[in-house]
Structures are given as C-alpha cells and as structure tokens.
DNA sequence: GTATATTGTGAAGCTCACCTTAAGGATTCG
DNA sequence: CGAATCCTTAAGGTGAGCTTCACAATATAC
C-alpha cells in the first residue's frame, strides 16, 4: 500500500517548489526527502517528478497523485476530528498561526482566557505574514490561522479551507496634521505607507485610492501597522489605519474626511476542512472572537 | 498525524472479531498487534478496545474510526487506481479470490490467455468460499473476488464493492434416472445434495423448492459440484446443477422437467470502490468473461 | 473443580527502514 | 570560470516496530 509519509512529501514538494525547500520546512535533510521520493518512484513505478534546470518539477501523474494525497488527507483530518471530539472538552496541542498586528494586541488576552478556561489545552502561536500561513496551514504545520481580510482581494488558495469571520474592523484613511482637509490634489501628491507591494492590504489601499480618484505614492512599505501610525503622527506620510491599531496605539491625529470611512477589514479564523468542529478548534475561534469584542483593558 | 498502519490494524481487528485472528491474517504476532493498538490509544488518548471476556470489542469511538478508515483507504484506492492508469498497459502483482467450480473450470483458460496478452501482468488465484472471499477484498488481501451469484440472495457487505456481472449461468434440477417424471411427492421424499448449510447457494436452492411446493430433505452437504454430479449419477440424490459443471463433467442424465427450467445463477466480479477503472483489473474481468463464453476446448 | 485452551498484556532484545553526514555531478548566475 | 544552488548516491548510526517468551485472565472440557 501506498506510504502515506511519502505521499506527504511529494505534496510538500510541491508547495514549496522544490525537494531543497521541502525538505527545510519538514526538518528533513534534503537527503531524505530524495530517498523517499526516489522509492515512492520505484515502488508505484510511475515517474513522478523530473529534472527541471537544477530543481524538480511534477510530472503529469505526480500532480495527480499529490490531488489524490490531498483527498486522503482530508479524510485523515475527519478521522483526527471525531476523535478528539471524543472529548467534549478542548485538549492537546493546537498551533496557531496569526498575523503580527493581530498577534500584538488580541492574542495575548485570548491565549490567557484559554490557558484559564482549558488547562488541558496547549496552544501554540506562530506569527506568519497571510501568503505563509495559509502554505503551513495547508501544509498541516500549523492547525488554524488567524488573518485579516480587505473586501475585494480574496484569498488564493480556499480549496480546502474553511473560513470563519471573527470580526469587523473599520479602516479609515489618517493624514499628517499639516495637511487635514486635504484637497484632491494633496491626495494625489500626498506620500504614502503601506503594507508590503503584492500583500492583499495593499492591493485593497491602491484600489480605494483609486476609486477616490488618485494614485497613491507608496513611498514606505511595512507590514507593521504600528510602523505606519508613527509615520502619520510625525506628519512624514498618510496610512490607512485599522480601528484596531489606532485604539491600541492612543493615536493623536482623527481619521480624515477626504477619504471614505465605511471601508472595514474582517478578522477571519482559517481551519482546514473536517477540522471545523474539533471542540479545540471551536474553542480557539469563540476565543478569539471574544477578546476582539472586549474593550481593551490597561 | 495518525499513523494508517495502526488503523488498518484496529479494522482488521473489527473484521476478524480479535486482535489474534487479525494478526494471524496480516502474518503477524499477536503481541505486535496488541503494542500497536495500544499505542494507537495513547496517541489518540482515546479508549479505542474494551476487554469483553477474554476477547476485545470496539467503542463507539472505534468503531467510527474504522468507518473513517475506511474512508481514508477507498481515497489511498484512488490514488492507486491513477497511479495504474499511468502505465495503460495492465501490469504488476493482482491477487484474485475465486469460488472452487469456477476456478477449476474457468480460471486457468482466463490465466493462460492473460499471461499471453500481457506478460507484465502477474495474477495470483487464492480459493476461497464467497464469503471469506469478500472479507479478504474489504481487507486488502485481495483485489478481486469472482463468485456465483443467486437471485435473492444479495451478498451481506456490498459497501464499497463494485459489482460486475460476468455472465449468466442456467441451473436445473437433475433427479436420479430412476426418478425421471416424478411428481411432487417423489420430489418431497427425494434426497438433495446441496452446498453447505448457511451459504448463499443452499438457501436459494431451498426457495426454489419450497416455491415449487416441497420442503427438501438435504441428505449431503458439499461446496464441490462435481461431488453433487457423481452423487446424481449413481442414484442417490437429487441436486441442482449449473450448465458450467454439467457441461464440465458432460453428465448422462438430462435434467428433470419436473422443476422449473429458467432459473440462472450470475458469475460476479468483485473489485472495491475506485478500483474499477484500474487496467489491470478491467483486463481480468474482460479475460474471465470470454474464457466464460468461449467453448470448453479439453 | 480442576485442567486445558484461548486471548490479551508486557518485558527483552534484534533488525532493518529511514535518517544524517559527506562527497559529487549538474545547472544557473555573476 | 568560480560560486551558489539543487539533486543524487554511498556509508553508517539509531530507534520504531517486530518476534519471542512469560504471564494473567477468562472460557471451555471433562
């Protein structure tokens, strides 16, 4: 029968792109990760991957298989869920990854009502930018993900993946001190910092800048939101700033007119699919939900 | 991630009724299941086995874990099912289950014009009673099973089993020549030979008595129709007899008109779920059926 | 009631599958 | 052409999982 830790690896070959990177991610030497798919050749005698410039890439019937590994693993995941639904209470370990302006501020409170509410519980947090968590998610290196999500800019991979909304978070447009009532013009001139070029939250800002008639010059780039507020109240650029930061950070300068303001980013609880209703899962989510709705305290 | 030899240990344990007979089944020691299952239990952390009398039975919890694996092994099917169909050629090692008169009969006209059409294909036949023969399919012992079928009498576990029809096969009532035109109190003081108490074969027989308006009296029990044929023979019993074995043994006694003529038995194939597409497998079922049509050459 | 057969558990030890390390060939890039 | 990157192969170590053996618990035979 099929080996079911080979198969893993070939998927994981993959999503990374290469036995090297595969073999990374897995704490395997690259060695490894070639003997076992050098044997999962032989043993189904199907060519599986060929040599591509200096790397592999999946032959026709490797694609196939790695479709078929995920099906296998899906059921896998089904099979571990009603297991530890056997429990009605929330145990073990579960990982987390966040991303970081989430992780900062609601996670702490989270993972202290959970450590308090399960002490059987042993959560664990990664902190992942959206693009990586959903690869180790998928990848099964971590158990859930906790993101955000701008309207219009979905994420790339849902195959899978089920998707809960933990909250709503406004996001509204901040401008340095000296230029409040912007006109059009001071928009269009105005610099600017966002997240990270190719990120779902820049894309989002562009496109909202855009719709308000200008384009943005990104002049700073960080995924760092605290980062961008600083920047806002030194009156070096404007931001796009969550409610969320802003309440965390006690900011001095109020959001703007010139731009709209019923803009909203959802916080959304990522988990494959079969593993929704884990008692541990579920918990983590309510979790989660919870301390975002809590006023912040301290 | 659960480990699927463990789990396809506790389903054998299910299918066989103890953790001894399930490993004398997988040729292993009985301790080696025994250590297995209870570290499947500690890693789950849930009670999977309860002693019942010096025996084991499954908890609810074990059992929808076998019913999970199930699953998990029908999507591991697939896999090697696609896998196969990458070579279009049939090939490797298939090990098929056959009820003893068709395997004497059939079988060896079907191996010898496989080993002909494809030299990669290596077919090993194991002898099995049909309701071994299905136990061995669901657990992996084998990749197909060919048995006879009667009508109203629907084989007991057909979840997963794909079911294939090779052929048709009349079965009439023969009565010892000294019987020839009996009537119905010569049928109901006659003796029967029938295949063994409980098997699918001997309760229909029975139904077509008791619908002809008789209760037989089963003097001799056997699975061996050609037992059944001599027994005719010599006088001594009355029995039903397929087409395939009278034509086999080219009995001297015609059949009796004093039964009902339009009865018929089915030559199945048996092949578990997403397995049916496999070339190796189709090229069997296609071998057997034709050695079933083809005239008997010696 | 005692003996015997059957089934599951646990300890001790062995073996081989799988891993790591190391060396080498192939390809890309500066 | 040298450096960097990636895959393959050989050699050797180690631990998971197996067998054997001993034993406890239960059912069955007499």
Redesign the interface.
Known sequence: ??D?HR??LLREVKLRGSMTAAARELSYSHSAVSQQLALLEKE???TLLEKVGRGVKLTA?GE??VR??D??L???E???T??AS??SVP??VVTVAAFASISRTIMPRALSALAESYPELDVRLQLYDPEAAMIRLVS?QVDAVITDSYPGTEPPTTEGITQTVLSEDPVRGYLPAWAEGASLETLRTMKWVMEPRGSAAARWAVQVCRARGFEPIVAHESSDLLFHLRMVEEGLAAAFLPDMVVREAALTVPPTAALPTDQRRSVVFLVRAGAESRPALAAIGDAVAQALRSPKDI
Chains 1, 2 share one sequence.
Do not use: C, K, Q, Y
């Open positions: 029968m099929l079911l198969l893993v189904t005698g199907v019937a196939t298989l078929n590994t099906a296998i899906s059921a896998v089904r099979a571990e009603d297991l056997a429990h145990h073990g099964r």
